[in-house]
C-alpha cells in the first residue's frame, strides 16, 4: 500500500465522526498509505488549540462563535445520542473500558505518524477562526488546493 | 484538470453541507474539471422552486410534508447549532461580514458555471415532489445512471 | 460494469442514510458491480438481529447503551424530522403509498444479491456488541481490512 494516497474532507464536528475520520487515518499510515486531511467548517472545531483561544479582531458574532463552538477534540458532541453530554459520557467510559485510545490519542497518533492536515480558507474567514488558534502544523489552504490533492487520491471520503 | 471529472450525490439538505458541495462544484468548475451533482432525499430541497410548489394530485401526507419541508436554498436549516434559526442567522451574518456568497448565489454560479443537476427518480416518488417543482434544468435520472457516473468519476463524494 | 467495485462505509444508524447505502448497494448488484459495505458504530444497529439480543457479559453501560439504541432495521430514526418518530412514520407511510418497498425489503434484497457485509471489530468493542448479536454471514474486520479494499475499489462512499 506504499503508494497509495487517502484524502479526507472532514467536514462533522462531532466526536463520533472526527474518531472514526482519525482511526482511518492512522490506519492507513499504519499500512504505509499518505494521507491528507482537509478540515471545513465544524471539522475546524478539532484543530482548535483551547489555550490559544482569540477573541481578538472579531467581530461580536465572530466572539459569540468562538465562544459557544467546541475548542478541541475533548469538547465534541456526538453525532447522536449526545443528549446533553450523557451519551457522550457513556460512550468515552466504554472506550476506557476497552481500552480504547480517546480521540485526543488518536489526534495525537496522526500527529506524530506524519498525517497531513490542512484548513480550509474559506471555512475559517466565515467562522472567524484565525490560523493562529489552530494546532501549529496545520497549512491553511483553498479549496482548489483540496480539489487538486483529492483527485489523485485512491481514496477521497466526505466526513 | 480539464478531463477531470466529480460526481457529488447530495443526500443532505442542510445549509452548511449544501454550501460545501456547491463551492466544491463550483472551485472544480473554475479548475476546468467537469462536475455531476446528483440530489437525492433532503437534497431535494436545495432545488426546490418556492414559485412553483403545488400541492395538486398529493396525498394528505404529501401535502403535509411539501408544507413543512424547506422550499430553496433560503430556507435550510444547519446541520448543527441550528437552534431554531439563531444559529444559522449569525452564520449568515458571518457570512456577509466576511463577504462570503450566500448559498444561493453559489447555486446560481454552479448553474451558470455548466454543472450538471440530476434529480434522484426514486426520491421524488417517496417524497411526493414533483419535477415540474424543481429548477427548470434539473433531469430526473435512476439510481443506476448515478452508479454509472461516479463509477467513472475521479471524485466522488456522499454528501 | 462487471468488474467494477463499490465500497461503502455506513457510519450511521439512521433510517434515512442506511434506506439511501441499501438502494445503492441493490442498484450496483443490479449492474453487475461487487459490492462490499462495512458498518462502523451507529452504522452496526442496522445489523443487529432482535431476536438475538443479549446482555450477558456487558458491563452496566453496555446493557444500557444495547437496551436505548434500535435494534434492527425497523427501530432506526430519520436523521432529520424525526420528530419523536412522527416525521419517520409518515415517510414510511408515504413510500408504501409509492410502492416503494421498505428498509427490511432493501436489506433482504441486498443479502440475496451478494452484496458482502463487514462488521468494525473496533466499533464492536467500543459499543459493547458481541457478533452473535448481528446477521448471521456478517463477517468482523479490522480498520485495515477496510482500507485495503477501500483503495481498489472504484467508488467508495462514506454514508
Known sequence: MDHKHMNLL?????YDKA??????????RDLGMSVTMFFAFWGLMLLRDPAKMSLEDKTIYE???SAVTPQGPDQLPLSRMNMS????????????????PQLADFLQGARKKGVTFYACK???????LKAEELLPEVEVLE??????DAVKADLELFI
Open 10 to 14: 472532514v467536514f462533522s464536528g462531532d
Open 19 to 28: 474518531l472514526a475520520a482519525l482511526i482511518l487515518a492512522n490506519g492507513a
Open 63 to 65: 466572539k459569540m462563535f
Open 85 to 100: 453530554g450523557i451519551g457522550k459520557y457513556m460512550l468515552v467510559e466504554m472506550m476506557e473500558e476497552s481500552h480504547t
Open 122 to 128: 474559506l471555512s475559517l474567514e466565515v467562522m472567524g
Open 143 to 148: 479549496v482548489k488546493d483540496y480539489l487538486q
